[in-house]
Nanobody, 123 residues
């Protein structure tokens, strides 16, 4: 099973940007649909973005559409989440996930999860 490690979180001011990275182990990365989720204190895990293995199918949550961009580099076994115009309500632990269902948007459709990276947006 693929193993995932996120990086790139941190503290940023309102309106700032961050790019999260998620490095995957294994030689079958390009066969996985990749997703990004986040979870704030006391909240359920929230879908943000998903990208198919070939990169030709992607969906975004309405809350981040136009501000966040998911991308992947299959040669580097890495998926990214570019986050622009960050807001205090974006503060959460961000997780990447891998699954076999292209275009998946539900937690149950992902088989592997990273440990998470904290993003804090100050007002």
């Amino acid at each position: 099973q693929v193993q995932l490690v996120e990086s790139g979180g941190g503290l940023v001011q309102t309106g700032g940007s961050l790019r999260l990275s998620c490095a995957a182990s294994g030689r079958t990365f390009s066969s996985y649909n990749m997703g990004w989720f986040r979870q704030g204190p006391g909240n359920e895990r929230e879908f943000l973005a998903t990208l198919s293995g070939s990169g030709n199918l992607t969906y975004y949550a309405d809350s981040v559409k136009g501000r966040f961009t998911i991308s992947r580099d299959n040669a580097k076994n890495t998926v990214y989440l570019q986050m622009n115009n960050l807001k205090p309500e974006d503060t959460a632990v961000y997780y990447c996930a891998a699954g076999r269902l292209n275009g998946a948007r539900h937690v149950m459709d992902f088989d592997a999860w990273g440990q998470g990276t904290q993003v804090t947006v100050s007002s």
